[in-house]
């Protein structure tokens, strides 16, 4: 699985982006999806998760701002983030695991995925 991610940019706290994920590659459309961020000098944080059902988990910062969400016929994750903040400022990294779990916990793990994308920057001005 080969995955593409873009739409990052510069913004106001308070405005909105929407980020793109494009895999290809056998399996990319049953594959489990995630989206991670990285701020300088931290350590890369889980955002949201989606199933290939689309069953969805987002993490408690940024729920009720952020949408995760995938089109199956286009093989493309997005990310809609509204609201943003200056904490929100980090490099976006978007995963892919073919690896099947019983358990949406298990895709809490930066470890259950195998593909990552390049990251796109996001940058939040107050």
């Known amino acids: 699985v080969q995955l593409q991610a873009s739409g990052g940019g510069l913004v106001q706290a308070g405005e909105s982006l929407r980020l793109s994920c494009a895999a290809s590659?056998?399996?990319?459309?049953?594959?489990?999806m995630a989206w991670y961020r990285q701020a300088p000098g931290e350590q890369r944080d889980l955002v949201a998760v989606i199933t290939s059902g689309g069953t969805t988990y987002t993490v408690d910062s940024v729920k009720g701002r952020f949408t995760i969400s995938r089109d199956n016929a286009r093989n493309t994750m997005y990310l809609q983030m509204n609201r943003l903040k200056p904490e929100d400022t980090a490099v976006y990294y978007c995963?892919?695991?073919?690896?099947?779990?019983?358990?949406?916990?298990?895709?809490?793990?930066?470890?259950?995925?195998?593909?990552w994308g390049q990251g796109t920057l996001v940058t939040v001005s107050s």
């Open positions: 590659g056998t399996g990319s459309s049953s594959s489990t």
């Open positions: 995963a892919a695991t073919r690896r099947p779990s019983p358990s949406l916990r298990h895709f809490t793990s930066i470890s259950s995925y195998d593909y």
